[in-house]
């Protein structure tokens, strides 16, 4: 596939992110883990619903005081259901913040008042080739139909369960699969683009593809976003 060189304008300004963020925070953790990553495109704020402590304090290290606990916060939706109440939440945070867009790696639905609000500014990271196994446990589910390409799908929220519109996909030979990490770390130069391609960060191909090079598997991936 060719090499297309993709930087953000010079005069377009780059985009404020938030990122979502539950469970173990794998993804979050372990891309801002690497100095230049957390140097150069470091979240405005990371929203953690989870109730794990020791994620919560890996995420507090890397992040300090821009990190958000949602648990600490639910006293204030504690009448709505949690899927409400999250997105009520995340809703609440980006119109504080002033942040243009969410990058999505939480386990919660977003429901139509935030989607509503932020068109085509909500991305989530999907670990499956949509629009094939939407949802929860999609690697697993994938591993059981007996996928030949096992992968992952950045795409805009809307208000169906991983139904909107496809931003990159990411994929390798299930052969390679070895367990959950393998999949969701394709996700890495994933995040590259779409923070280059959509929210005008200035990140080269060469950047793009270190990330790559950090991955022990064959990685097929596009050169760019489709916007």
Same mark, same amino acid.
């Given at each position: 596939?060719?090499?297309?060189?993709?930087?953000?304008?010079?005069?377009?300004? @780059? !985009?404020?992110?938030? $990122?979502?963020?539950?469970?173990?925070? @794998?993804?979050?953790?372990?891309?801002?883990?690497?100095?230049?990553?957390i140097q150069k495109y470091k979240p405005k704020k990371v929203i953690y619903d989870g109730?794990?402590?020791?994620?919560?304090?890996?995420?507090?290290?890397?992040?300090?005081?821009?990190?958000?606990? /949602?648990?600490?916060?639910?006293?204030?939706?504690? !009448?709505?259901? $949690?899927?409400?109440?999250?997105?009520k939440f995340l809703h609440y945070s980006l119109d504080k913040e002033s942040i243009d867009?969410?990058?999505?790696?939480?386990?919660?639905?977003?429901?139509?008042?935030?989607?509503?609000? /932020?068109?085509?500014?909500?991305?989530?990271?999907? =670990?499956? &080739?949509? =629009?094939?196994?939407?949802? &929860?446990?999609?690697?697993?589910?994938?591993?059981?139909?007996?996928?030949?390409?096992?992968?992952?799908?950045?795409?805009? $929220?809307?208000?169906?369960?991983?139904?909107?519109?496809?931003i990159i996909q990411s994929a390798m030979l299930t052969e390679e699969y070895n367990d /959950?990490?393998?999949?969701?770390?394709?996700?890495? =130069?994933?995040?590259?683009?779409?923070?280059?391609?959509?929210?005008? /960060?200035?990140?080269?191909?060469?950047? %793009?593809?270190?990330?790559?090079?950090?991955?022990?598997?064959? %990685?097929?991936?596009?050169?760019?976003?489709?916007?």
């Open positions: 596939m060719p090499t297309i060189e993709c930087v953000s304008i010079m005069n377009n300004k @780059s !985009k404020t992110f938030c $990122i979502y963020c539950s469970g173990g925070a @794998s993804r979050v953790i372990k891309f801002y883990s690497f100095k230049e990553n109730n794990r402590q020791d994620v919560f304090k890996e995420l507090s290290e890397l992040f300090g005081q821009d990190i958000i606990h /949602y648990n600490e916060n639910i006293k204030n939706y504690n !009448k709505e259901k $949690i899927h409400t109440s999250t997105s867009y969410l990058l999505c790696f939480g386990c919660k639905i977003l429901k139509k008042e935030l989607i509503d609000s /932020y068109p085509n500014k909500l991305i989530n990271f999907h =670990p499956s &080739l949509l =629009p094939s196994f939407k949802g &929860l446990d999609a690697i697993d589910q994938a591993l059981e139909y007996g996928v030949v390409l096992i992968g992952n799908t950045a795409h805009f $929220i809307d208000g169906g369960i991983d139904t909107g519109k496809i /959950y990490e393998d999949v969701l770390e394709m996700q890495f =130069p994933m995040i590259k683009m779409v923070l280059r391609d959509i929210l005008n /960060y200035k990140i080269s191909q060469k950047a %793009i593809k270190k990330e790559l090079s950090n991955r022990n598997k064959k %990685i097929l991936i596009p050169d760019k976003c489709i916007i």
